[in-house]
């Protein structure tokens, strides 16, 4: 990523760093059926099913489903301590990248209100269907990597990519470091660490000591930074053929990959002189 900090420039590897934001009005899919006007008394159609959007983090998940079964905030994430998730061993536990994107009723098969527990379990036993077949593992080790580190790859693709279009190129960017032994450079990474998104990462960002800190430490990160839907998994184990080392979105819909750095140099002068002609959003 290339952005300019209040006391000077520095040249970053990517500027993407996104992570899908959705409106919590967004979150949870309502009924299909029109709701006529209400009477008085008469209580608001409620939700019947949860959308997990693509690129999700296990917070952000945690949060849906608290709101989706009306329960206290952080309740999901502390019930995760007596949950016995079909993990695999690598996660230690951890379900980050396998809360598959998907949209899940709120009732279960027996009548029941969904649970947490009912919930995530839906969402891990959905990621183990789709990454657990015979093709992902093949794809997997034809890149000399196994399942999970499949996914982690997928969940940076997922994070960094501006659209299905540069799923590919981005992955590739992210095998071609990695053979090189150089660090990946991924801005999504320090954001996870952080807690945040943004496409402003500063010098100090890239100091944090943090194991997601992709700058500092080489390889890959230690989990998912997110949960990473079919298009970016399909990237991960088939990704493009080139020989980028370096990637910029100037601007919606214009990703620019090359492996020349003086010409990365050039895209992101293109991406600052984009920026500064672009309105500032109101406050």
């Keep these: 990523m290339y952005l300019n900090t209040p006391s000077r420039s520095t040249i970053r590897l990517t500027r993407r760093g996104r992570i899908a934001l959705i409106a919590a009005g967004a979150v949870v899919a309502g009924t299909a059926v029109a709701v ?11 939700p019947t099913s949860l959308v997990i959007p693509e690129g999700w ?13 009306d329960l206290p905030g952080g309740a999901t994430k ?25 949209t899940y009723p709120l009732q279960q098969k027996d009548g029941k209100k969904a649970t947490p527990e009912s919930l995530l379990s839906a969402m891990v036993d959905t990621a183990n269907k789709k990454f657990g077949g015979a093709p992902i593992a093949a ?16 969940s940076i693709v997922q994070a960094e990519a501006g659209g299905k279009a540069d799923m590919g190129k981005v992955a590739r960017v992210v095998f071609n470091r990695l053979e090189r032994g150089m660090p990946l450079q991924m801005d999504s990474t320090i954001n996870y660490a952080l807690g945040r998104s943004t496409l402003r990462t500063t010098d100090a960002d890239t100091r944090i000591e943090s194991p997601y800190n992709s700058y500092q430490r080489m390889g890959l990160p230690p989990t998912p930074i997110a949960n990473p839907g079919e298009e970016a998994m399909r990237a991960a184990i088939n990704p493009a053929a080139g020989d980028w080392l ?3 979105t100037v601007k919606p819909g214009d990703t620019r990959f090359t492996a020349d750095y003086a010409e990365h140099q050039r895209n992101v002068a293109a991406f600052n002189a984009q920026q500064k002609a672009s309105p500032k959003p109101s406050k």
């Design 246 to 248: 370096y990637f910029v």
């Design 139 to 154: 794809g997997a080790q034809r890149n000399a990597m196994n399942v999970y580190q499949a996914v982690t790859i997928a």
């Design 57 to 69: 983090r296990a917070s952000q998940v945690y949060d849906a489903v608290d709101k989706a079964l």
């Design 36 to 46: 006529p006007l209400l009477s008085p008394g008469e209580e608001k159609a409620k």
């Design 78 to 102: 502390k019930s995760l301590r007596k949950l016995d998730l079909k993990l695999p061993n690598d996660a230690e536990g951890n379900p980050e990248g396998y809360l598959f994107p998907a």
